[in-house]
């Protein structure tokens, strides 16, 4: 798809929070992103392609369809994208195709509550803080819980 042809495109994609699918012209998925801003973020990949790596040039070139998917915010996003990349395994996506999720942190529902840092969320009336776009910034607020309520 070139700048010209995405043109028709960009009208339709709302200024809001939510997925993006890249499929190419068989209607394969071939890249799942999230998005604060769809238009924006979409935008992005179609202009100044010169900055673009080989891989992104590559992808962009191959794309023939956008669909989206908007969501309240930007953490249901980050939810849907992890989602949808380990039920489609996109073949441009390199992070979270294997068994790897977003970063939380767990404080567990016991008498003394354990705090520590997940990437599995499970539902047995713990409290989880996140998801964490960057496993760094959840060591960060981890360490600042830990210095705040020593145990």
Known sequence: MTSEEFQSYREALPSQPGIYKYLNEQQ?????????????RVSSYFANSQQHSNRIKRMVHFISNIEFVIVDTEQDAFLLENSLIKKYLPRYNVMLKDDKTYPFICIKNEPFPRVFFTRKVIKDGSEYLGPFTSVYNAKIVLDLLKNIFPL
């Open 28 to 40: 394969e998925i071939i890249y799942i992103g999230k998005a604060k801003d769809l238009r924006k």
